[in-house]
């Protein structure tokens, strides 16, 4: 299938799960009245849950699934991991970290965006040392360095968990960790939507070298490619988007691991082709989540992070069946 065919058909699908967003809650809209309550200058009861509950929610829910679906092409296609994603590099469990701290000191009380600045620091911090520790090595050396960063990152979590002063700090960072779309404002769209842009651009500038690491690092080098400047630009855009991502929403799983191989035997498992589609489809795939988390008939929302491991889970058994098959 051509990549345009395939990228026009999931913003077709994403519009579609953008207005049933607009619609579906816990008080259903007609389409005249989301139109009204957008258009409208007076103060209607239509006009406040679109306006100030489910545009922010809505636009958060695409720059969020996009950012982590792009980034998971985009590692995949450099590391050549079939299971790279954020949570490899450490960078999602790092911007988690920076926002348990600000919950964990109590910060919020005090300014109500402490929570997603320190994640994002979390995330620029946990790139920044994985860049670090994996300068003078390959692939394989980003990949241990990652993998250093979230355990040091995990246990971090832990021990805040561990230590919390009390059962109401431990359940609002068990909550947060969760991951959730619920009560975002305009102020986290304002905060998390400019760095998740600048780092989505700067992932789809490693286009053309992903496809030239399809054949190998050697090879790619002796096309010209910088491996160097490629893994800053994956890295940093991955720092960008992702951080951005986990620090307004929590921790949010699967999607960044789950989109690309979806969308990748359809256009002829190119890396540099998987980009556009692998995005559009995270942020279809986040999209869905948040309605189904809203359409659950139960007394408390079902968080999105638990909504994205159900899927995900199912998916890593397909994955190792498939592999198994293709194996010789």
Not at 9 to 37: D, I, K, Q
Not at 178 to 207: E, Q
Not at 283 to 298: E, T
Request: charged share 10%.
């Amino acid at each position: 299938m051509n990549g345009r065919i395939l990228s026009f058909g999931l913003f077709a699908v994403l519009l579609a799960a953008a207005l049933a967003s607009l619609l579906a809650g816990r008080v259903w809209l007609t389409p005249n009245e989301v139109v009204e309550g957008l258009l409208s200058a007076d103060a209607t009861l239509a006009g406040l849950i679109v306006g100030e509950l489910r545009l922010p929610r809505l636009i958060l829910a695409m720059a969020v699934g996009a950012s982590l679906g792009l980034s998971g092409a985009v590692l995949q296609g450099l590391l050549r991991n079939p299971l790279a994603e954020a949570g490899l590099l450490g960078i999602s469990t790092g911007a988690a970290l920076g926002a348990v701290v600000a919950i964990y000191y109590g910060l919020t009380a005090s300014f109500a965006l402490a929570t997603p600045l320190l994640g994002l620091v979390g995330g620029f911090i946990a790139a920044a040392l994985a860049f670090a520790l994996s300068r003078s090595g390959g692939t394989l050396a980003l990949i241990l360095a990652g993998a250093a960063v979230s355990s040091v990152a995990a246990a971090g979590l832990a021990l805040a968990l561990n230590l919390a002063p009390n059962p109401y700090a431990a359940f609002e960072i068990t909550t947060w960790l969760l991951g959730s779309l619920a009560d975002r404002t305009w102020d986290h769209v304002w905060l998390g939507v400019p760095f998740m842009l600048a780092g989505c651009g700067l992932l789809f500038l490693t286009a053309p070298a992903l496809d030239a690491l399809s054949l190998g690092e050697t090879q790619a080098e002796s096309l010209g490619v910088n491996m160097r400047r490629v893994r800053l630009l994956a890295l940093t855009g991955t720092a960008m988007a992702v951080g951005a991502a986990t620090a307004v929403t929590g921790a949010v799983g699967f999607i960044g691991l789950v989109a690309p191989h979806l969308v990748r035997p359809f256009v002829g498992y190119r890396p540099g082709r998987v980009l556009l589609p692998s995005a559009l489809l995270g942020a279809v795939l986040l999209l869905a989540a948040d309605v189904g988390s809203r359409l659950m008939s139960y007394n408390t929302e079902i968080k999105l992070g638990v909504i994205t491991s159900i899927i995900g889970a199912p998916f890593f058994l397909w994955l190792v069946l498939s592999m198994r098959k293709r194996a010789p």
